[in-house]
């Protein structure tokens, strides 16, 4: 899961580089609901509520399950490639979930 925030000015992502689970960690986190963020993009510095800032499912889990499985799959061989590949795409599929699942309690979260 990560965290963004949209440029008031270009409409640009701005990931957090923060883990919080819901928007109430991050006010913990930043000691309020409001934050500066600078856009990487045009350089523009505004302040943001905490309400503003959304979740999205990172998909990394997909490629690293893939990884995993096709390195499970290189010891076993032709046919251990195969099942390898399948157990991988079940994690990452898993990891997906859970990600966007976690996603989904922070974009509901208060
Ligand atoms: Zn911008």
């Known amino acids: 899961m990560k965290l963004y925030?949209?440029?008031a000015r270009c409409g640009q992502q701005m990931n957090l580089e923060v883990?919080?689970?819901t928007r109430n960690n991050l006010r913990y986190h930043f000691g309020g609901s409001q934050l500066y963020a600078t856009c990487g993009n045009c350089s523009y510095r505004d302040m943001y509520d905490v309400a503003q800032v959304r979740a999205t499912s990172s998909s990394a889990g997909t490629?690293?399950?893939a990884a995993a499985g096709g390195l499970i799959g290189l010891v076993g061989g032709p046919l251990g490639m195969i099942i390898?590949?399948?157990i991988g795409g079940a994690i990452g599929n898993a990891n997906d979930a859970e990600?966007?699942?976690r996603a989904d309690v922070f974009n509901?979260?208060?």
Do not use: E, F, I, V
């Open 19 to 21: 883990n919080a689970a």
């Open 99 to 101: 990600d966007q699942r």
């Open 84 to 86: 390898g590949g399948l």
């Open 108 to 110: 509901n979260s208060h």
């Open 5 to 7: 925030l949209t440029c």
């Open 63 to 65: 490629p690293g399950g």
